[in-house]
């Protein structure tokens, strides 16, 4: 028996370092300590809180009770719940954890840009929330690569001080590395946030958690962090799409098959064929792996999914493109193929949440020129959508606990520029393709 538990701690600290990069990081702050408090069975913890659909929103929580019932009482008064939806329930092993009942239940129809109160599983505290706008403006708060350092907490405060309507995480979130505890503290860290506004998060490699002839990869992920797949069509919580106002978002997984003839490419080549861009003007996509990145950090890693999906969007006229994985900021100019390109989207990497592994220091020298800024601090970016035409991208430099704002750029959406009449033919010829 002990041979066998040597043996398995030697396989996850070789899958472990496989994750970790082939570069040296320095320290960041330490991870933070997480004092176990004991709760009643039912009581509901590590609630956040997801886009479902038109009008609709995901709660989502977990209790150490596997009896205790997963519906919902919600409604706009404090304390008032006018309102009740069942949802369902799922729950995990993992080698020698067993996790909590993690409950997945959808309310709604919902009014926009309203204030909701809701109570999970008919006990514990009152959360409340906030719905998007159903209209611009429209505001977005950006940053993965999160963790659980001092760094992650202050930019977690950071992103509490903006004003907000749906977080966007471009994957790496809880950096558990198959400690499935850390998952648990991890939900616990953001449910302040993430229980108030609607979290969109895409999968990192630091999600996949796979073994070899044991466990299959994200099973963590998806158990817990259930996003929209089915409501877009999607046969994977590794891929899907959502809307906010006149805003189409595309979360990409970088870490599921993306060739020609894979699903989640038949699948985006049938999301873009519905996008009506009279009533989204904007098009929006986050993946993990950036595909424009000067930083030595996890160079060409990308490579292969650029290939592939580039002149998909590039026809479809994507308007920016969120990144995360390199631990550090940067931003392109509009760019396809390469090359500075008036009608290609504007790419930004942004794995700068505050992870335990460090910021990525080095740059390619020279510059590339399609690179306008880049710099090696941990933040967080906020993207105000003010119309149809315009939207300001702004990234704030965590600087002694402050956030101070570093770069900034007006974007106009490509619908208004006239880049999307420029490609109709050859957008068209790619989503009729076999």
């Given at each position: 028996?002990?041979?066998?538990?040597?043996?398995?701690?030697?396989?996850?600290?070789?899958?472990?370092?496989?994750?970790?990069?082939?570069?040296?990081?320095?320290?960041?702050?330490?991870t933070l300590d997480f004092p176990w408090e004991r709760k009643p069975s039912s009581y509901p913890q590590q609630v956040h809180i997801?886009?479902?659909?038109?009008?609709?929103?995901?709660?989502?929580?977990?209790?150490?009770?596997?009896?205790?019932?997963?519906?919902?009482?919600?409604?706009?008064?404090?304390?008032?719940?006018?309102?009740?939806?069942?949802?369902?329930?799922?729950?995990?092993?993992?080698?020698?954890?067993?996790?909590?009942?993690?409950?997945?239940?959808?309310?709604?129809?919902?009014?926009?840009?309203?204030?909701?109160?809701?109570r999970c599983g008919g006990g514990g505290p009152e959360f409340q929330l906030r719905t998007p706008r159903a209209e611009f403006p429209?505001?977005?708060?950006?940053?993965?690569?999160?963790?659980?350092?001092?760094?992650?907490?202050?930019?977690?405060?950071?992103?509490?001080?903006?004003?907000?309507?749906?977080?966007?995480?471009?994957?790496?979130?809880?950096?558990?590395?198959?400690?499935?505890?850390?998952?648990?503290?991890?939900?616990?860290?953001?449910?302040?946030?993430?229980?108030?506004?609607?979290?969109?998060?895409?999968?990192?490699?630091?999600?996949?958690?796979?073994?070899?002839?044991?466990?299959?990869?994200?099973?963590?992920?998806?158990?817990?962090?259930?996003?929209?797949?089915?409501?877009?069509?999607?046969?994977?919580?590794?891929?899907?799409?959502?809307e906010v106002a006149g805003i189409h978002v595309i979360m990409l997984g970088s870490y599921t098959d993306y060739d020609e003839y894979?699903?989640?490419?038949?699948?985006?080549?049938?999301?873009?064929?519905?996008?009506?861009?009279?009533?989204?003007?904007?098009?929006?996509?986050?993946?993990?792996?950036?595909?424009?990145?000067?930083?030595?950090?996890?160079?060409?890693?990308?490579?292969?999914?650029?290939?592939?999906?580039?002149?998909?969007?590039?026809?479809?006229?994507?308007?920016?493109?969120?990144?995360?994985?390199?631990?550090?900021?940067?931003?392109?100019?509009?760019?396809?193929?390469?090359?500075?390109?008036?009608?290609?989207?504007?790419?930004?990497?942004?794995?700068?949440?505050?992870?335990?592994?460090?910021?990525?220091?080095?740059?390619?020298?020279?510059?590339?020129?399609?690179?306008?800024?880049?710099?090696?601090?941990?933040?967080?970016?906020?993207?105000?959508?003010?119309?149809?035409?315009?939207?300001?991208?702004?990234?704030?430099?965590?600087?002694?606990?402050?956030?101070?704002?570093?770069?900034?750029?007006?974007?106009?959406?490509?619908?208004?520029?006239?880049?999307?009449?420029?490609?109709?033919?050859?957008?068209?010829?790619?989503?009729?393709?076999?």
């Open positions: 028996m002990g041979r066998k538990i040597l043996n398995l701690v030697l396989v996850l600290w070789i899958f472990s370092a496989a994750v970790a990069a082939d570069y040296v990081r320095p320290q960041p702050r330490k997801s886009l479902a659909g038109d009008r609709h929103m995901r709660i989502s929580w977990v209790t150490d009770g596997k009896s205790s019932p997963s519906y919902v009482e919600y409604g706009t008064s404090p304390g008032r719940y006018d309102s009740t939806a069942q949802g369902e329930s799922t729950s995990y092993s993992y080698l020698f954890y067993s996790s909590g009942k993690i409950h997945h239940t959808v309310i709604g129809p919902l009014e926009s840009n309203t204030v909701y109160f809701y429209v505001a977005f708060a950006v940053a993965g690569d999160l963790g659980q350092t001092g760094w992650t907490k202050s930019t977690l405060d950071h992103v509490d001080q903006c004003k907000y309507d749906v977080y966007l995480l471009p994957g790496d979130l809880s950096y558990a590395d198959y400690i499935q505890h850390r998952w648990d503290t991890f939900g616990e860290l953001v449910q302040p946030l993430a229980s108030a506004r609607p979290w969109m998060v895409t999968q990192g490699n630091h999600e996949d958690e796979s073994i070899p002839l044991i466990k299959d990869g994200f099973q963590s992920y998806n158990a817990r962090w259930k996003m929209p797949y089915e409501e877009s069509g999607s046969s994977s919580n590794l891929y899907y799409s959502f894979s699903e989640q490419y038949n699948w985006l080549k049938a999301d873009l064929s519905k996008v009506d861009r009279s009533k989204t003007p904007w098009l929006i996509v986050l993946t993990h792996v950036p595909w424009y990145n000067s930083n030595y950090a996890h160079q060409g890693e990308g490579d292969g999914m650029m290939q592939t999906m580039e002149p998909l969007l590039y026809a479809a006229g994507v308007d920016i493109v969120f990144a995360g994985h390199v631990h550090a900021y940067e931003r392109s100019k509009r760019v396809n193929s390469g090359n500075p390109d008036p009608c290609g989207a504007v790419h930004i990497t942004i794995g700068d949440g505050g992870n335990r592994e460090g910021l990525a220091h080095r740059y390619k020298d020279p510059q590339p020129e399609w690179s306008v800024f880049r710099e090696a601090s941990f933040g967080h970016g906020e993207l105000k959508v003010v119309n149809s035409s315009h939207a300001l991208w702004s990234w704030h430099r965590n600087d002694d606990d402050e956030p101070v704002r570093s770069d900034q750029l007006w974007i106009t959406s490509l619908k208004s520029s006239g880049c999307l009449a420029q490609k109709q033919h050859s957008l068209r010829k790619i989503l009729m393709a076999p």
